[in-house]
């Protein structure tokens, strides 16, 4: 696929884009690029507006060709005045502006606290990225949500026992298991998929029950207890590698036990004694 170009039919390439089709099913009857107004009646379309947690009404604007001031940064920006600023015919953009449109909540937890970062680093003069903003970049970007409600699957990914995980509980890990991509560079690159795609994820544990409700419905539930956890626990060492390629039909590749053979992929537990990493669940 040609990245560059146009594909209307772009959510239907991998499973990877089901947690979008709801919202961009109707890509399909376009032959261009979505405009900024495309975007901005999806979210008038929605049953309640999008908000920042200033409370300020999320719309989709042209990017800005300079950046002079501290409230004109991207995220500063965001949370001030709930503009995004997008870039037309720019995959990422896009992704970012449907990952807004499907997690409302979690988009607004995370620009706040990429905000408060911004904030501090600039009232104490650093010119570091400081550690939340670290964690909140790699989730924004690459981040997988991992909704389970079987806890030995969870403790089998966060050990990095990929074999294990995605072929010997192959049954298992379909029913009781799913992968939810948030990230939107991870959505980019899920358009012309490659093996070594990884993403940074947090399991979200919930009842078996979850697994019978609409996807939409799924969606929002996500959306809501994950907001509440990012806000209270994001850290980079909760942030758990999820080689997203591994799961079965996200590639053409792995419907044989030897794809999970390959270590520069599915690299083992370096951690010592190969005991289970402190990793938190959101329940």
């Given at each position: 696929?040609?990245?560059?170009?146009?594909?209307?039919?772009?959510?239907?390439?991998?499973?990877?884009?089901?947690?979008?089709?709801?919202?961009?099913?109707?890509?399909?009857?376009?032959?261009?690029?979505?405009?900024?107004?495309?975007?901005?009646?999806?979210?008038?379309?929605?049953?309640?507006?999008?908000?920042?947690?200033?409370?300020?009404?999320?719309?989709?604007?042209?990017?800005?060709?300079?950046?002079?001031?501290?409230?004109?940064?991207?995220?500063?920006?965001?949370?001030?005045?709930?503009?995004?600023?997008?870039?037309?015919?720019?995959?990422?953009?896009?992704?970012?502006?449907?990952?807004?449109?499907?997690?409302?909540?979690?988009?607004?937890?995370?620009?706040?606290?990429h905000y408060q970062a911004l904030l501090h680093e600039q009232q104490i003069k650093s010119k570091r990225r400081g550690a939340l903003r670290d964690a909140v970049t790699l989730f924004d970007e690459s981040g997988v949500i991992v909704v389970t409600s079987d806890i030995s699957l969870a403790k089998l990914l966060k050990n990095f026992e990929w074999k294990a995980l995605f072929w010997q509980q192959r049954i298992k890990l379909q029913a009781y298991m799913r992968f939810f991509v948030f990230g939107h560079g991870l959505y980019e690159k899920a358009l012309d998929p490659y093996l070594g795609m990884t993403g940074k994820g947090i399991i979200l544990l919930v009842e078996d029950t979850f697994f019978d409700q609409e996807l939409s419905a799924q969606l929002a539930i996500i959306d809501v207890k994950l907001?509440?956890?990012?806000?209270?626990?994001?850290?980079?060492?909760?942030?758990?590698?999820?080689?997203?390629?591994?799961?079965?039909?996200?590639?053409?590749?792995?419907?044989?036990?030897?794809?999970?053979?390959?270590?520069?992929?599915?690299?083992?537990?370096l951690v010592k004694n190969n005991m289970i990493r402190d990793v938190k669940f959101c329940k």
């Open positions: 696929m040609n990245i560059l170009s146009w594909n209307p039919y772009f959510l239907k390439t991998s499973p990877a884009f089901e947690p979008l089709l709801g919202v961009g099913n109707i890509f399909e009857q376009m032959i261009c690029w979505p405009s900024h107004d495309t975007l901005n009646n999806l979210i008038y379309r929605l049953p309640e507006p999008i908000n920042t947690c200033s409370n300020k009404q999320l719309h989709f604007v042209q990017q800005s060709a300079s950046i002079q001031t501290f409230t004109q940064q991207y995220e500063a920006r965001v949370y001030l005045t709930g503009e995004v600023q997008t870039r037309t015919e720019n995959w990422h953009d896009l992704f970012n502006a449907l990952v807004w449109l499907i997690f409302p909540n979690i988009k607004a937890v995370l620009n706040q606290l907001a509440d956890f990012i806000d209270c626990h994001l850290v980079s060492t909760n942030l758990t590698p999820v080689p997203i390629l591994g799961y079965p039909c996200w590639s053409l590749d792995n419907k044989d036990e030897t794809y999970y053979d390959n270590k520069n992929y599915f690299r083992s537990n």
